[in-house]
């Protein structure tokens, strides 16, 4: 028994990474099995702590054993990525946990999956529970959401393996610091988009209104104002004496 | 042979397609990954009914043929098979249920062999009345009577067969066929389908002078009296004749009763030797000495016992039929070795002399009964006959394969359906091309040749530790081959395979270089497409594709959320 007293905690786990005893997993624990970790996609977990989830573990063969080749570190590589959105909502990032366990490590899963609800425990629970008053902090993990969603993320994601080992179409090669760089640049840009874009959901913003809540400068948003046009995720709405107003659309 | 009616192909890793029976080597390495040792050996008692057997003293073709060898070294799949058999032995006893028959019409097997035995385990658990007649006094064929005891115990062997009787087959020890028995007699017994699988018996003669002196004794003859458990006075300094596995068996044996010098003679050189080399390292290993290029001429005798073997020495002329290279005599080079017994070892050969003439193979050298290489039928109708019986002495594994194909056969024969229309085929399916990102691991579980003499406590800790050696070892093994139905996880797995829907798919190609098995491939319109005999059902690509145009069948992700979020409270 993990006593969990109202927290909601979650774990994900390969069906290949635990082994001999299922009856080591604490029955209260909420487990989803996949067939690897490397399967779960980085837009679920976030809509777990969209929907107020107070931990997320991940649970994967400990490198180099997968079932998959390299399915853990497909893992692996989407946590880090999860990590640097959690970073930009305000969200504590503690609250993704990743694990390796190997069938034969000395210690049993339910030391690992307690330390990790005790480790939630004094993050507390999550800012996000069911029924919380819409929040700042909601609009942000929202956003992550949908950055996690979108293309330009999952391309990227899906890539880094062949970016940073091979050698792209120039004959380039990234170094894993380079790639870092890139995906930190990357996700910052897709999470202020999409955070325009749920923010002008409910209503049509102005340049300036989305500034002030993005503390961003007028000419940075606009940047992506535009951009966003472009990818016909926002358009003009009306426009309130000389201020154009813009509105979201609906993306497919 | 009639042209192929209809074809049933089914896709196999290449270490189950290159085994002879098509045990399911990848589904069991998968279940010991998961520490599921017992679940292990049923998947292999699917196949065969001997993995302890078979653990032991297989020549292993799946090993042969596993492709991890292109990374490093070969899955240990041997030592794996004979550890959950030997797992499932320690903890507790193996007990097979009998099996309501089906059907009535009643089924001979002439040989307790692996051949024999294998066929009768098939037919049995198809339903069928089975009677195994066995001329020696105990069953397992050479399993029982000629592999030494130090590499197969006798106990391992009577386990598994006590295991195939349980299922209801009956078996009859002391019946000759020839003497006792014939075909005609079993017909009018009433039984409806026979299958041959008397092996070959004969130790091959050296054919030079000398041979009847006391003190030359045949390789298989000497092996069988001493696994009879009689008494064999074994010289102090013994020549082996013959360069193959049974020879090393031979030498070794002779060894361990007490001979002072052992020596193999062989009238190749080292290369050509077809004994195994691991088994030519564990003879070295046990002191025998090897003088290669030299076959004997004569045994010179005293007082009607064996004194010293002539030899001649050869050289190497050009390969042969058999594609190694031909010993060729040199003249005038005869020189003598005192001993005082010599074991010749050159092979066995088919005894036909309790047959009807008319099943025999006259285009082959040596004698065996002519059979379809397919279907295994004899030229009598509902006579079928497999083992080494037909391809000469083989091994455990090709017997185990030909029990399967004939009860496969008999089983069509009796209902009347098609011998050859529909019949499973199998072919190598992996999907590994480029092995270079695969990190090297270090082969990490060799099976010990002898157990330790172990206390109860010991034992326990002995096999934990076996245990997660074995769950190491298995995790090398790279699944190269399609779904290893192994059913590990039925509910989660069974048939999950992904899916694309096309007017989503832009063609990015990012499933195909996250997919580990190069299941997914652009298409000429640029869409992609899964290849389902290697899409295992992993799931990344659905996890990765930017336009989520990749599904999975049974675990999409709307699935895995909302389980997720089942306990979701307030
Ligand atoms: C010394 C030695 C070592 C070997 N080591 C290995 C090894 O390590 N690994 C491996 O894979 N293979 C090994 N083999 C080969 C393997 O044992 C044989 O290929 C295999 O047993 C053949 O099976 P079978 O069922 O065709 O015949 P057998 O095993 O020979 O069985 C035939 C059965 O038929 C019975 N029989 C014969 N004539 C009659 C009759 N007239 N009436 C009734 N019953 C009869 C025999 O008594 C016997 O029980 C070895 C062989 C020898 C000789």
New interface residues.
């Given amino acids: 028994m993990m006593e969990l007293e ?1 927290f ?1 905690v ?1 774990c ?1 786990m390969c ?2 990474a ?4 299922e009856m080591q997993i604490p029955s209260d624990l ?1 487990i ?5 970790i ?7 977990i976030l ?2 702590l969209e ?3 107070d931990g997320v573990m991940l649970v994967g ?1 400990k490198p ?2 997968c ?5 853990n570190l ?1 893992a692996e590589r ?1 946590v880090k990525m999860l990590r640097k959105l959690l970073k930009l909502t305000g969200l504590e990032t503690e609250r993704i946990k990743l694990l390796w366990y190997s ?2 490590d000395e210690k049993t899963f339910a030391y690992y999956a307690k330390k990790f609800l005790k480790e939630i425990k004094e993050i507390g629970f999550s800012p996000l ?3 919380a008053p819409k929040s700042k902090l909601l609009v942000n993990v929202l956003a992550a959401k949908n950055a996690a ?4 993320l ?2 990227l ?3 880094e ?2 970016l940073t ?1 091979g050698v792209n179409v120039y004959g380039e090669k990234f170094s894993v610091e380079e790639f870092d760089a890139l995906l930190d640049e990357i996700v910052t840009e897709e999470f202020v988009r999409h955070k325009i874009h749920v923010l002008t959901k409910t209503e049509p913003l102005s340049v300036k209104a989305l500034a002030d809540v993005l503390e961003m400068k007028t000419a940075n948003v606009l940047r992506h104002i535009v951009n966003m046009r472009r990818k016909n995720m926002i358009a003009l709405d009306h426009v309130e004496g000389t201020t154009p107003l813009y509105k979201a659309l609906e993306v497919k | 042979m009639t042209a192929k009616t209809e074809t049933n192909v089914r896709k196999l890793p290449p270490c189950r397609a290159a085994c002879p029976a098509h045990v399911n080597v990848q589904g069991y390495v ?1 279940l010991i ?4 040792f017992k679940e292990a050996v049923e998947i292999i008692r699917r196949d065969m009914p001997f993995p302890a057997i078979c653990g032991r003293v297989c020549f292993s073709p799946c090993e042969d043929a596993c492709a991890r060898v292109n990374v490093d070294q070969a899955v240990a799949i041997r030592g794996l098979k004979r550890l959950v058999a030997d797992i499932e032995r320690e903890t507790g006893r193996i007990k097979s249920e009998p099996i309501p028959k089906k059907y009535g019409e009643k089924i001979a097997i002439i040989g307790a062999g692996p051949a024999g035995l294998t066929a009768a385990y098939e037919l049995a658990k198809l339903g069928y009345p089975v009677t195994v007649f066995e001329r020696m006094s105990e069953t397992g064929g050479m399993m029982r009577y000629c592999i030494p005891e130090f590499r197969l115990e006798k106990f391992v062997v009577a386990n598994e067969i006590a295991y195939i009787k349980d299922l209801g087959v009956e078996i009859k020890t002391g019946v000759e066929f020839g003497k006792d028995i014939t075909i005609q007699t079993l017909q009018d017994e009433g039984y409806k389908a026979i299958f041959l699988a008397i092996g070959t018996q004969l130790g091959m003669k050296l054919n030079v002078p000398g041979e009847d002196l006391e003190g030359v004794i045949n390789a298989v003859d000497f092996l069988r009296t001493v696994n009879l458990g009689e008494h064999v006075e074994v010289g102090e300094r013994v020549a082996v004749v013959g360069g193959g596995n049974t020879a090393m068996d031979a030498a070794r044996m002779a060894k361990k009763l007490g001979a002072k010098e052992v020596t193999i003679l062989y009238r190749r050189s080292r290369e050509e030797m077809p004994a195994l080399p691991h088994e030519v390292e564990l003879a070295e290993k046990d002191g025998i000495k090897f003088y290669f290029l030299v076959a004997p001429k004569q045994i010179i005798g005293e007082n009607g016992k064996v004194k010293a073997i002539e030899c001649l020495r050869m050289r190497l002329g050009e390969p042969d039929e058999s594609g190694r290279r031909r010993p060729i005599p040199i003249s005038f080079s005869e020189h003598q070795y005192e001993v005082d017994m010599v074991i010749p070892a050159l092979g066995q050969v088919a005894e036909t002399s309790c047959m009807p003439k008319e099943l025999l193979n006259k285009e082959a050298r040596a004698p065996s009964i002519k059979v379809d290489p397919a279907t295994l039928e004899t030229n009598m109708l509902g006579v079928f006959a497999g083992g080494d019986i037909a391809t000469g002495p083989a091994s455990i594994i090709e017997a185990v394969g030909a029990g399967k194909r004939a009860a496969v056969s008999i089983h069509r024969y009796l209902q009347g359906i098609d011998l050859r229309s529909g019949r499973e085929e199998v072919e190598e399916t992996t999907w590994v091309k480029n092995w270079g ?3 090297k ?1 270090e082969r990490r579980y060799e099976p010990p040749v002898e157990k330790p003499r172990l206390s109860f406590e010991e034992t326990r800790e002995y096999l934990e530790n076996l245990k ?1 050696h074995a ?2 070892e298995a ?1 090398r093994c ?2 190269c081959g399609p779904c290893a139905e192994c059913l ?2 039925l509910e ?2 069974e048939g ?1 395979k992904a899916v694309v829907d096309e007017t989503l798919c832009i063609g ?1 190609n ?2 195909a ?2 997919c ?2 190069g299941a997914i491939k652009k298409n000429e319109k640029e869409i992609a497409q899964v290849n389902e005999d290697l899409c ?5 690509c ?7 145009a990749i599904t999975m069948k049974k ?1 999409p ?1 709307e699935k ?2 909302s ?8």
């Fill in positions: 109202n909601n979650v994900f069906n290949w635990f082994c001999q005893e909420n989803v099995r996949v067939m690897c490397g399967r779960i996609d980085p837009a679920i809509e777990t929907k107020g989830m063969c180099p054993d079932h998959f080749i390299d399915g497909q989407a069938p034969t529970k069911r029924g969603s979108d293309f330009r999952r391309v994601l899906g890539r393996k062949e080992e | 998968a990954q998961r520490g599921k990102y695969i990190n691991k997660q769950m190491f995790f790279l699944g590990a996880n989660l797995c999950d990015c990012v499933c270089v996250v580990p098995f295992k059902g992993c799931g990344i659905a996890a990765r594709c930017p336009e989520k675990l992700n895995i959320l389980l997720a979020l089942a306990i979701v409270k307030g």
